[in-house]
């Protein structure tokens, strides 16, 4: 009986050590999306990417510091129009495969994936579409096998398509079908806590009013 006292005991103890810690990661987390929300310069971007890169550094066993710390690095590479997007694209790299060690088989960080590598193929489209378009093309492909209800597979894969010639098997008239099913997607769409991504909505319906 005294054993069995020392060992509940021990579990309680555990749990409240655990609270704060718990606690506190979710603060840093609510703190750092809200200062995504009130980005206002590249500076910014750039600010809300290190923060939480720390809170990821800190938390040891979180992927979703490193998910937002790579996505607004992502960000900060549109943002500045005098950006080496290849060195963006490194760090975003570095920090998605950071995240991938800690959550594997994700859409969203495949989907991450499929951002940069366009990103880096906008940087000369000729010259570099056969690899980054490859590798933006099976991020998607992953992404869709690990999660197909996920809505930014197919606003991304929209994207991709409205920006390519039809020659090419792109154009408005595939792009609009694919808007469509992100957005019929969106409506039963919940993630899975108030820190998942939960972001492209508003994107799709403006690529798909775009396409009419």
């Keep these: 009986m005294k054993q069995l006292l020392v060992i509940v005991s021990m579990f309680f103890c555990g749990m409240l050590a655990a609270q704060p810690s718990a606690s506190k990661y979710e603060g840093a987390m609510a703190k750092g999306l809200e200062q995504l929300k009130a980005v206002k310069s590249v500076e910014d971007m750039s600010t809300a990417s290190a923060f939480f890169e720390?809170?990821?550094d800190a938390e040891k066993d979180k992927?979703?510091?490193?998910y937002y710390a790579a996505y607004a690095n992502y960000?900060?590479?549109?943002?500045?129009p005098k950006a080496d997007?290849?060195?963006?694209a490194e760090k975003s790299k570095d920090l998605i495969a950071k995240a991938e060690t800690l959550e594997q088989n994700n859409s969203e960080l495949f989907c991450l994936r499929q951002m940069v590598a366009i990103q880096q193929m906008t940087?000369?489209?000729m010259s570099r579409w056969q690899t980054y378009g490859a590798e933006a093309s099976n991020a998607l492909e992953s992404a869709t096998k690990a999660d197909p209800g996920n809505p930014r597979i197919y606003l991304l894969n929209g994207q991709t398509l409205m920006n390519t010639p039809e020659a090419y098997g792109g154009g408005k008239a595939i792009a609009k079908k694919l808007f469509e099913k992100s957005l019929e997607?969106?409506?039963t769409f919940k993630p899975a806590s108030a820190f998942h991504p939960d972001w492209g909505k508003d994107q799709a319906e403006k690529l798909l009013a775009a396409c009419q």
């Design 185 to 187: 997607l969106y409506k």
């Design 54 to 56: 720390r809170v990821a």
């Design 75 to 80: 960000l900060t590479g549109w943002m500045n």
């Design 63 to 66: 992927w979703l510091p490193y």
């Design 123 to 125: 940087v000369d489209p």
């Design 85 to 88: 997007k290849d060195k963006v």
